[in-house]
């Protein structure tokens, strides 16, 4: 048996103000945009060079996912950018205006700084050892 995780939703307040972050800001892959009817959208995006794993954006619907949007997960860092060079992918974000929470810091693992996006969602860059 093979599996992967294909995708992880990632509720936003507006479809085009989310695509435009991630494609213009961050440089991530437009992979689908389907007009699904009623105001729904099957839109894909990706880090550039990933290698199948994609985050579904989701336009909030209601009230109660309306107050989702940026705690998804309940204040922590819920998403994880993997990079293979810190200090090019750091210095990028910083020079395109993402906000990062904190200094670069070392961690048994790898190099990691908590950044968040324009929606309120926490995110790590990381690079692992």
């Known amino acids: 048996m093979k599996q992967n995780l294909h ?8 479809y085009d103000a989310a695509i435009s972050f991630y494609t213009e ?15 729904k959208r099957w839109v894909l995006i990706a ?3 990933s290698n199948g794993s994609s ?32 200090s090019r992918d750091h210095t990028d974000m910083l020079a395109r205006g993402v906000t990062l929470e904190e200094s670069p810091r070392s961690e ?13 969602n926490r995110w790590d860059l990381i690079e692992f050892n």
Do not use: C, H, M, S
Not at 26 to 38: A, P, S, V
Not at 108 to 120: E, H, I, S
């Open 7 to 14: 995708a992880v939703t990632l509720v936003v307040p507006d």
């Open 25 to 39: 800001t961050l440089k991530f892959q437009l992979l689908q945009d389907i007009d699904l009817g009623d105001g």
């Open 47 to 49: 880090p550039p060079g």
């Open 55 to 86: 985050l579904l954006l989701a336009k909030a619907d209601g009230p109660d996912q309306e107050a989702a949007i940026g705690n998804q997960t309940g204040g922590r860092v819920g998403f994880f950018l993997q990079t293979d060079d810190f």
């Open 108 to 120: 048994p693992y790898g190099q990691v700084a908590v950044w968040r996006d324009p929606f309120g």
